[in-house]
């Protein structure tokens, strides 16, 4: 029996009682997911994003282990909920223009003392001070830098979309602005390399393109380390008092904490490892977050269908976005087909084994999205479920 058969074995006979779909964590995976986080941060704190979990259960589990500290955020919603709920260091990794929650934030000192916000523009500073309701609380704000590539004079770019700050002058003008700004404290610094930690670097047979990606981002790192920390003595020399410096992600934990002027890695999507992040050199998981659906035809030889499991992640629409049919091995989808709405013929010699009701095993593209499609997720460990716990979908809270 293979690991992947004998790991499917397990998961059968734990929700043997329970229908499709259903979606699982395996503890012993997670855990070993986060050893090997921490072990990579090489005593740096990592700060769990929670929007790769998106489950509080797991989040105060992953929290409790030495080597974590915090939570990166993805809305504001979120972030006070959050600091509600008794955590104590909690940072929005995007601006946000959500007056009702500013107004909050303002007038409750728990709350700003927990909460730091992201700001990457003056514009937002105002907005904050419009939305303050007559709250006079400091809040606690962190500056965004762009850690895109660019070359060619700027004509090319390789990453993400995202703050306007790019050199060391702009952050430091900012900061000097946040440090006349009645009502402000700025605490820290952020730069997510996604173009780093986001892409795999080892895709399928394609062995001229993972050169390519390897090279890119080598080259990445090399300028954003130099830049990163021309940045921070920038900001620090208006800043002197400044409580961190985050960055990374789980596809470059190691490399970021490497950094001398990087304090704490931000990572989340490591402890599932969704499929995105088969294609790594730079470290291997193991899969710990999946779903299942049940089989309800059998349209012929080599064909069965399932229910539902058309779950695609968010980015630009393609392929690699889609969840793959896991377990059994040797499934795929019909061409013609992909994975539907409401039902999913998989293909391959696998499907002649299955029956009416039994359950075939899905890993999804992107980690905490899954969470969006299941009220809660059960907790495996061995070959039983040792508890139930409810997603932020089953307490209630879509934040997006």
Known sequence: ??????????????TAHLDAPVAIVDLEAFDANADDLVRRAGG????????????????????AREGFAGIMSFTLDESLWLARAGFEDVLLAYPSADRTSFGELANDPKLAGAVTVMVDDPAQLDLIDAARAGGGEEIRVCLELDTSLRLLGGRVRIGALRSPLREPAQLAELARSIARRPGFRLVGIMAYEGHVAGVGDAVAGRPLRSRAIRLMQSAARRELESRRAAVVRAVRAVAPDLEFVNGGGTGSV?????????????????????????NYTSFTGRPAALFAQPVVRRPGVGVVTVLGGGYPASGAAGVDRLPVPYLPEALGYDPQEGPGEVQTPLLGSAADDLLIGDKVWFRHAKAGELCERFDSLQLIEGDRITTTVPTYRGEGRTFL
Do not use: N, W
């Open 254 to 278: 190691q490399h970021t904490a490497a950094e001398e002027a990087v304090t704490e890695i931000a990572a989340g999507s490591g402890l599932y490892v969704p499929r995105l992040f088969d």
């Open 44 to 63: 740096k704190p990592i700060r769990v994003a929670s929007k790769s979990v998106r489950c509080r259960a797991l989040l105060e589990r992953v929290l």
């Open 1 to 14: 029996m293979t690991p992947r058969a004998a790991d499917r074995a397990r998961y059968d006979r734990a």
